[in-house]
C-alpha cells in the first residue's frame, strides 16, 4: 500500500484516505491555496511521476466539486 505525508501538515496519509494525499480537506484547501499563490515548492517525497500526474488530475477535477465545502 502506498502512502504519503500530507504536504501541508506532513502526517503520514495512506493512499487509501479519502483526501489523499492529503489527511483531510482542510489540508488539501491550504495547499491549493499554496499553488495559487505560486508560492509552492515540491520538498516532499514526490518524486514519482505517475503520482504527480494522478494529483494534477484531482486537482484539475476539484473545480465544482461539492466536497470543497466540506469541513
Ligand atoms: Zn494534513
Redesign the pocket.
Same mark, same amino acid.
Given at each position: 500500500m502506498r502512502a504519503l505525508r !500530507?504536504p501541508? !501538515?506532513r502526517?503520514l496519509v495512506l493512499q487509501t484516505a479519502e483526501d489523499f494525499p492529503? !489527511?483531510?480537506n482542510r !489540508?488539501r484547501v491550504i495547499d491549493l491555496g499554496k499553488w495559487a499563490s505560486g508560492g509552492y515548492v515540491i520538498s516532499t517525497k514526490i518524486n514519482d511521476p505517475e503520482m504527480l500526474e494522478s494529483l494534477a488530475d484531482e486537482q484539475s477535477q476539484d473545480d465544482g466539486d461539492s466536497s470543497s465545502h466540506k469541513q
Open positions: !500530507c501541508t !501538515c502526517v492529503f !489527511c483531510s !489540508c
